[in-house]
């Protein structure tokens, strides 16, 4: 069984640090590209980074460009989140994702998604 | 990059109603498009993939359609369960995969 299990998340006061870590299990962990994504207070789902299997690529929200790094240790099964410079606005349950993808021949492409979802772990950044 | 743009924001519905959900994006995404549902305290789940391809142990209710910059999802006979936030996104290219703002199912 598929298994993503978030941790580190907590009360942080805006400028702090915090690193989220996703524990996964259930599936070759290092054969997958791995996002994080937010749910902020009456907002909806952003997208906020992705790791690429091999970790060769990584991409950010405009957001949290320089202040935020994913990262993944593969022989650890495990994704990571360091978020630095923390502010009011990253106030959200983050969520680890699995990407898979869906091989369409007839344009002889790949379409991503996100198929597993951890439960998340809530960030609440105050003074 | 791609915006998304899901309307109604809220609906209010029946149980056994049809509801359709539209989204839009920015430019033309193919079937770069996926739908999620969202319940208060839970995770999204995974409905539709690839515009309109059900996802494993998704009741057939469910439906998605659209190709290029306009998609909608289907539900065709609303079930308590069903009530939920539905957000759609976009997976074109490279990443930002930007979300939809959602749509609000109510009773």
């Known amino acids: 069984e598929v298994q993503l299990v978030e941790s580190g998340g907590g009360l942080i006061q805006p400028g702090g640090s915090l690193r989220l870590s996703c524990a996964a299990s259930?599936?070759?962990?290092?054969?997958?590209?791995m996002n994080w994504v937010r749910h902020a207070p009456g907002k909806g789902l952003e997208w906020v980074a992705f790791?690429?299997?091999?970790?060769?690529?990584?991409y950010y929200a405009d957001s949290v460009k320089g202040r935020f790094t994913i990262s993944r240790d593969d022989a650890k099964n495990s994704l990571y989140l360091q978020m630095n410079s923390l502010r009011d606005e990253d106030t959200a349950v983050y969520y680890c994702?699995?990407?898979?993808?869906?091989?369409?021949?007839?344009?002889?492409?790949?379409?991503?998604?996100?198929?597993?979802w951890g439960q998340g772990t809530l960030v609440t950044v105050s003074s | 990059d791609i915006q998304m743009t899901q309307s109604p924001s809220s609906l209010s519905a029946s149980v056994g109603d049809r509801v359709t959900i539209t989204c839009r994006a920015s430019?033309?995404?193919?079937?770069?498009l996926n739908w999620y549902q969202q319940k208060p305290g839970k995770a999204p789940k995974l409905l539709i993939f690839?515009?309109?391809i059900l996802q494993r142990g998704v009741p057939s209710r469910f439906s998605g359609s659209g190709s290029g910059s306009d998609f909608t999802l289907t539900i065709s006979s609303l079930q308590p369960e069903d009530f939920a936030t539905y957000s759609c996104?976009?997976?074109?290219?490279?990443?930002?995969?930007?979300f939809g703002q959602g749509t609000k199912l109510e009773i």
């Open positions: 790791i690429s299997s091999g970790t060769t690529t990584t």
């Open positions: 996104q976009q997976s074109y290219s490279t990443p930002p995969y930007t």
């Open positions: 690839a515009a309109s």
């Open positions: 430019q033309t995404i193919s079937r770069y």
């Open positions: 994702a699995r990407e898979t993808s869906y091989y369409e021949s007839i344009g002889r492409t790949d379409l991503p998604y996100f198929d597993y």
């Open positions: 259930g599936f070759t962990f290092s054969y997958y590209n």
